[in-house]
């Protein structure tokens, strides 16, 4: 049905657009001609100290190398805030909305930069310097932005850890980058509840020597333990810093920030973006695919913690001086209607959010929507897994009254940005289709045997060439991201993404064909949540699988081999899920648990996901050749005692 359905662009769009058909025809073909010159040109977009004169400068074979812009100079900061002093130090850079509806604030431009220069000012007297790695584990408060704003200005690399995560989430992040410094808050808010992070950190720095001093925010002003010497108020630390701070100069492949994301093995992974291709990208992105217009108020819901915070609540739209919004709350909270509310309250322009939110407010019907006023919207986006046409065209009837267009923007923290999107004065849409490449993409389609694939196809999606806000490496183990990335597909970066595309050319993303699964939008490896399980005394061997979900897109399912003489009770079953949240977090949460007294294995003792796979999503007439395994009989158990 979803094929068939094509959204033309609306001329009254087109017609103001920044990019038209012709024109996004036309930067494809210069992009695709002459790379060099067409990013050379748009890296103007940005501010330079010393202006690159060597543009693109990337390999995908061999031990890979990946460089942008090498020989500019910039600092992050001063894109996104010294520039904008002189024509709009008086706009409302961050639109702050707190969890509880009366709270919001309003931070300048001018405001901004003298926030981020204090507290740059502060993290130089505590020793901070170029290269040092800073954590930050905040809520979503307007400190989280200038925390990581003020680690650019200085040149310390960021590494922000989502303040859902667990202590023993939050320590391992330190530990793999030897962070020197953590930036907390007491503790955050989120949907009329208080999220202990001091407390947490306090936990995680237990087994964190590299930490030297901790920065405390104060947002509750619950009290919190303080430590001597260590832990410092941010209030008392920047209260009297100077309001300038001479930004660092980086040079354009220096690191920005590090961004732990989950892979199909071991732990999370540190993705590296650098510092000119990245800021070029965010800046590109943002005004193109958001059609970004001067004066509008822009909101994306994500969290900083993940890299759509990152990129779209803090660097794009901050470069290219957009009023963006955050938003320290929940959609459900109050009520179903938040969002909505948020959006007629402050005249919300352009709205960003994920497929997750959408079916989870979808299940309400349209009278919480219909209730507030959305005449301000023209833009709305979605993004983090695959949007069912349903939700689509919900989005797009009820929230958006058929008069904004919807970008599907596909891409991953690896990515930096957008990849893959429609522009809204460019492309016709079809609910479900993330359509056509930015300029200067190349996606492709690959066989298991990396042939390439023409045509209508589905396949496994790759790139053929790097663009600007491509990651870098993964910090400290290069090795592992040659192997991760380019091995698999000589001389391609694979995404870990299945897709298929149309006669017209237009990617549809199918989801993960790798060991990562996607819980609500966020993105989560099954080998942790595995190894989180057996690290539990009662479980002798653990298999988790993504199962479908009709909210959270996928659930996680988890197969458990208990230790011998262990009963399986539902208070185990509780605890075990208690344990996972506490180990990781609340996001990895196993939505079903199975015992299973045995688990499909290869007669080398490898684990048939597949197979495991396909019982949790309930198709069980097509399993497949089972053949191969130890003992088939364990599958028909599997089956029988499958959870519902
Ligand atoms: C998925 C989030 C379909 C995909 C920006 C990708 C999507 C993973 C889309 C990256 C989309 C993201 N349509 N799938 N529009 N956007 N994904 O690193 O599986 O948290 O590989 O980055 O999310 O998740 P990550």
């Known amino acids: 049905m979803a094929d068939d359905t094509l959204i033309a662009v609306k001329p009254e769009i087109a017609v103001k657009a920044r990019i038209n058909a012709a024109r996004h025809a036309a930067m494809t073909q210069a992009a695709a001609t002459d790379p060099d010159r067409f990013w050379a040109e748009e890296a103007k977009r940005i501010a330079w100290i010393k202006p690159p004169t060597r543009i693109k400068n990337t390999d995908f074979s061999g031990t890979v190398s990946i460089k942008w812009f090498e020989d500019g100079v910039l600092n992050a900061s001063v894109s996104c ?3 904008h002093l002189a024509t709009r130090g008086d706009q409302v850079a961050i639109l702050w909305e707190g969890d509880d509806p009366g709270s919001d604030l309003k931070v300048t431009y001018r405001e901004l930069h003298e926030r981020v220069c204090k507290l740059s000012n502060a993290l130089r007297r505590l020793g901070v310097k170029k290269g040092d790695r800073v954590c930050i584990y905040m809520p979503m408060i307007v400190e989280a932005a200038v925390a990581m704003l003020a680690c650019a200005r200085v040149g310390a690399v960021h590494s922000v850890v989502f303040g859902g995560f667990s202590p023993d989430s939050l320590a391992s992040r330190i530990q793999d980058s030897e962070c ?16 202990p992070l001091k407390a947490n950190a306090d936990e995680a720095l237990r087994s964190c020597p590299s ?10 002003g619950t009290a919190v333990a303080m430590q001597d010497g260590r832990d410092h108020w941010w ?7 100077p309001a300038t701070a001479e930004p660092e100069p980086m040079g354009a492949e220096d690191p920005l920030f590090i961004l732990y994301t989950s892979g199909s093995t071991g732990k999370p992974k540190g993705v590296l973006h650098t510092t000119g291709g990245y800021m070029v990208w965010g800046s590109f992105t943002h005004d193109n695919v958001f059609d970004y217009r001067e004066g509008e108020i822009y909101w994306c819901t994500a969290d900083v913690g993940w890299v759509t915070g990152h990129t779209y609540i803090v660097y794009g739209p901050l470069a290219n001086g957009a009023t963006t919004l955050m938003f320290e709350g929940v959609p459900s909270w109050p009520d179903n209607g938040r969002f909505w509310q948020v959006v007629a309250k402050h005249k919300v322009n352009i709205f960003y959010t994920a497929p997750t939110a959408i079916r989870a407010l979808m299940r309400d019907g349209d009278g919480p929507v219909k209730k507030h006023d959305r005449s301000s919207l023209r833009i709305l986006g979605s993004v983090g897994e695959p949007i069912n046409p349903e939700a689509w065209l919900w989005y797009y009837r009820v929230v958006g009254d058929e008069r904004c267009p919807v970008v599907d923007t596909w891409w991953q923290t690896e990515t930096g940005g957008i990849l893959i999107s429609p522009l809204p004065g460019a492309t016709a849409q079809k609910p479900g289709s ?26 496994n999606l790759v790139l053929l060439d790097s663009w600007p806000g491509q990651m870098r490496t993964v ?21 870990g993404d299945g897709a298929r595309r149309d006669a017209d050319g237009y990617y549809w993303i199918t989801g993960r064909v790798d060991d990562v699964i996607n819980v609500a939008g966020h993105r989560m490896g099954t080998a942790e949540v595995e190894s989180a399980l057996v690290a539990h005394a009662s479980v002798a061997e653990a298999a988790v699988v993504g199962m479908p979900h009709d909210i959270k ?12 003489g262990v009963e399986p009770t539902e208070a185990l079953r509780k605890e075990l899920v208690a344990w996972v949240r506490k180990e990781i977090g609340p996001i990895a949460s196993p939505d079903a648990i199975q015992w299973a007294p045995g688990l499909p294995k290869t007669r080398s003792g490898k684990i048939m996901r597949r197979i ?9 007439s097509g399993l497949g050749d089972t053949s191969t395994l130890a003992d088939p009989a364990v599958v028909q158990e599997l089956i029988d005692n499958r959870v519902k």
């Open 180 to 195: 020197i410094v953590l930036i907390t808050a007491d503790e955050g808010r989120r949907g009329g509840r208080k999220v």
């Open 211 to 220: 930490i030297r001093h901790v920065i405390v925010a104060r947002n509750t």
């Open 434 to 459: 993330a359509t056509l490449p930015l300029p200067g993409v190349k996606p492709a389609l690959v066989d298991n045997d990396g042939k390439l694939l023409d045509g209508t196809a589905e396949g």
């Open 612 to 620: 495991l796979r396909k019982i949790a999503a309930n198709e069980t």
């Open 553 to 564: 897109g996928q659930g996680i399912y988890a197969y458990v081999t208990l230790v011998a």
């Open 81 to 83: 805030l010294d520039r």
């Open 475 to 495: 910090y400290g183990d290069h090795e592992r991201f040659v192997q991760t990335y380019f091995s698999t597909f000589k001389g391609m970066y694979f995404t």
């Open 235 to 241: 209030d008392a630390m920047t209260a009297g810093e």
